[in-house]
């Protein structure tokens, strides 16, 4: 068994959980931020069978979107180190993968 945990922009979350609950996937979604923006994105965990993986990741590939963001105060100031810095503005997406073993799974 994998799991599958995705990092995607909240504008996409929906789409994503509506199609992988429509065939079955059991999903867990969790609010988080991301590091560098401090926008709200989503996270997506994904238990499944090994054969399954490609699955979920087809189903992020068409439900995932890149798109660009400005970059806050705070990022800007760290990159330009006390110079003035235009705003500028960063791709985002469409989704952040991770894939790892999982050793055990259990459902009491
Ligand atoms: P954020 O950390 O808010 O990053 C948003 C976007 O800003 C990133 O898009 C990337 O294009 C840019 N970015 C991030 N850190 C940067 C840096 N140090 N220098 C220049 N540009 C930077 P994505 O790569 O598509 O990442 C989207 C979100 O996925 C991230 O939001 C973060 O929440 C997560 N993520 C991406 N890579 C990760 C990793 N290796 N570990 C954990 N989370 C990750």
């Not at 235009?86 to 791709?91: G, M, Q, T």
């Amino acid at each position: 068994m994998k799991m599958v945990m995705a990092i995607v922009q909240n504008d996409d979350a929906e789409k994503v959980l509506d199609d992988l609950t429509a065939i079955g996937y059991r999903v867990t979604k969790i609010a988080a931020t991301g590091g560098f923006l401090r926008r709200g994105n989503s996270v997506l965990l994904v238990g499944v069978e090994a054969s399954l993986v490609d699955g979920v990741l087809d189903t992020l590939r068409r439900r995932c979107h890149a798109r660009r963001w400005p970059v806050g105060a705070a990022a800007v100031s760290a990159f330009s180190q006390g110079t003035t810095a235009a705003p500028i503005e960063v791709p985002v997406g469409g989704a952040t993968v991770f894939i790892w073993d999982v050793e055990r799974y259990v459902r009491l």
